[in-house]
């Protein structure tokens, strides 16, 4: 009687083997769930610093024809230097990331080419040029 009354006060010692199962299983589950958003924020990253450049460069344009009455022609980069700090901005994503070209001409810019950006003369409209994310619109 004295060693079963020494059993039930006596603290367990560990977990059992399911219990360690269970906890590894809901663990995996959280991560199988949490994952995929926590581990793309690398793409959310240079979607926001193509869309910062974006309006960086919207507002140089903008500037520009306060300055001058009309807005940039075809060297577009050359002609913004003195507005920007730094190099002209790459576009950071899509088909045509890395590329800090400009498709320049006159008419509401469509998306073409191997170019980052695609500016319109007589408007001013400047936009990404890339089809494959939408990311024309911005």
Known sequence: MVAANQMKTRARQGFSLIELVVVVLVMGIIAAVA????FDT??????????????????AIELYKAQTGSY????????????LRGPFP???TG??????AVRT??????????????????????????????????
């Not at 050359?78 to 507005?83: R, S």
């Not at 170019?115 to 619109?137: K, M």
């Open 42 to 59: 690398a793409s959310d990253a240079k979607l926001s610093a193509t869309k910062q450049s974006l309006a960086v460069l919207r507002d």
């Open 95 to 100: 088909a045509n990331a890395g590329s800090d």
């Open 72 to 83: 940039p022609t075809a060297s577009i980069s050359t002609e913004l230097a003195p507005y």
């Open 105 to 138: 001409h006159s008419g509401s810019p469509t998306p073409t080419g191997t170019q980052g950006w695609a500016y319109d003369t007589t408007s001013g409209a400047f936009i990404i040029n890339d089809t494959t994310n939408g990311l024309n619109l911005l």
């Open 35 to 38: 994952g995929p958003k926590m």
């Open 90 to 92: 790459k576009v950071e």
